[in-house]
């Protein structure tokens, strides 16, 4: 297995309105979001970026937006443990797609001295969960990052880079902001999430309609990304698993459960609507599936760690009902 050696920049070109990381005293909502419609040239546009960020608003504009917050918050205190088994303080971290904060509550100051939480969602940084770390809430895409190079000691991202068109370039510009000694820890939902939902929808719409669209976002393979981050300039990886088992009861609860987190599709070639027969068809395959065990659930997240933990780490989430 490949153990990286340090994050050093691959790519050292300079990218527009950089926004320095000193002396930020006090908290605040600065913006650096993208033109609508802009991305890299190299890019395949697969996301709706815009409606994503109007789904994230959306979510955390809701009277209990903790009821869906479930996922997340395991998920941020898993990377915050991860920030404590490394050795060392770190002066200055960015939280890359931050969502309501749920990294930075489980962070103490004793371990980061000023955090910057970038989202590309306004709602969920007015709304951001306390924490004792001093933050500078950015609104920015994760896709144009207004830093300048070797600005953060620590880069950490939970559940928000698999919403990224140009997954290569975001690496590579997580390379750009990192000191050379520093540190990224990520997750990110990829391989075979929602694979039950997915197989739901395509055979029932099959049956009823004749034929299926896509109405699950792709994914990321595990395998494919050893290869982005190497191209990135990350090296020396390493691939593991975990498992959480979460329960739903059936496909409606599910997709209630996912339009709470801000995670619903926005794929440009989702269709906009499904039949009501159609729904109810994918609905009882998904609850057959579930009671004969045929399509077990399995939600997958890839994991990225520093040198003396995991660099990538495969999260299983098994629902049976």
């Known amino acids: 297995m490949l153990r990286p050696a340090g994050l050093w920049p691959l790519c050292r070109r300079p990218w527009a309105a950089r926004v320095s990381a000193e002396n930020p005293g006090r908290r605040e909502i600065t913006s650096g979001v993208s033109p609508r419609g802009s991305t890299s040239l190299r890019a395949l546009n697969i996301f709706d970026r815009d409606l994503k960020r109007k789904q994230k608003n959306w979510a955390a504009r809701q009277p209990e937006p903790t009821k869906f917050d479930y996922l997340k918050e395991e998920v941020g205190s898993r990377i915050a443990d991860r920030v404590y088994d490394i050795p060392r303080a770190f002066p200055l971290a960015l939280d890359l797609g931050c969502g309501r904060g749920y990294i930075a509550q489980y962070l103490n100051k004793e371990t980061i001295g000023k955090l910057f939480q970038v989202d590309i969602a306004e709602n969920a940084l007015k709304n951001s969960l306390e924490t004792e770390i001093p933050t500078v809430s950015i609104l920015a895409d994760e896709e144009f990052l207004p830093f300048r190079e070797n600005t953060f000691d620590l880069v ?108 619903s599709n926005c794929s440009w070639n989702r269709k906009a609507l499904l039949h009501r027969d159609t729904m109810l068809a994918a609905a009882a395959v998904y609850r057959g599936s579930l009671r004969l065990h045929v399509l077990p659930l399995k939600t997958q997240i890839l994991w990225l760690f520093p040198d003396s933990l995991y660099d990538f780490l495969t999260l299983s989430i098994n629902n049976f009902s």
Request: proline residues 5%; glycine residues 12%; aromatic residues 10%.
């Open 156 to 263: 950490v991202s939970s559940l928000s880079l698999h919403w990224v068109n140009d997954l290569p370039r975001a690496l590579e510009q997580i390379h750009y902001i990192l000191k050379p000694d520093g540190v990224f820890i990520g997750a990110m939902f990829g391989g075979d999430t929602l694979y039950e939902l997915r197989c739901s929808l395509q055979l029932a719409e099959t049956e009823r309609e004749g034929g299926f669209s896509p109405h699950i976002s792709p994914f990321t393979a595990v395998n494919d990304l050893g290869h982005l981050l190497g191209r990135a300039g990350f090296n020396t990886l390493t691939v593991d698993t975990d498992e959480i088992q979460v329960n739903y009861p059936g496909m409606f609860e599910l997709m209630e459960d996912l339009q709470g987190m801000g995670e």
